[in-house]
């Protein structure tokens, strides 16, 4: 028999100032020298997907296009790279979100994974037609890292969602 990694544990729905934290906290992130370095990856992206996916209506194209003009200035980069790559990476995510979550977290992981290369694929193209160097193939190793860690990403940014585990011996549920 395999094990199965889902919980019967009823979420709470995610409060507002938790998902602004954690898109927040993954601009940080980015904003840290180590975030260039090969196979580190894209944060925002990541935990931009993550709320696209899980909460499409509290972080949207809105959030993206913010924290995408965020990097361009922070990245000194062309203006808008990674605004599209993000408003697109939110949309996609947001539109095949329903799909998505049918899936257990590990083949979550590899749905995911389209989505991040393919954000990541259009911030090289608009750097490359701008006239920029290309990066080298490590520049994709970061979407593949970030696929790894889907699962412990998702464990951690639904903490705060969980219940506490009360049984009440008057409610059906």
Known sequence: MQPTFSSSRILLPARSWFVIFSLF???LLNFLPTAHWPGIPDWVALV????SIREPRRAGMGWAFMLGLAMDVADGAV???????????SYVAAGQSRRILWFPLSQQALQVLPILLGSQLIQLVMRLLAGGEFPGWSYLIGPLVASTIWVPITFL???????????????PL
Do not use: I, S
């Not at 931009?48 to 709320?51: E, I």
């Not at 940014?157 to 409610?171: F, G, H, I, M, T």
């Open 25 to 27: 906290a993954a601009l």
């Open 48 to 51: 931009l997907c993550f709320w």
């Open 79 to 89: 203006l808008g790279q990674h605004c599209l790559a993000y408003l697109l990476l």
């Open 157 to 171: 940014l639904l903490l705060p969602q969980y219940q506490p585990v009360e049984r009440d011996d008057n409610r």
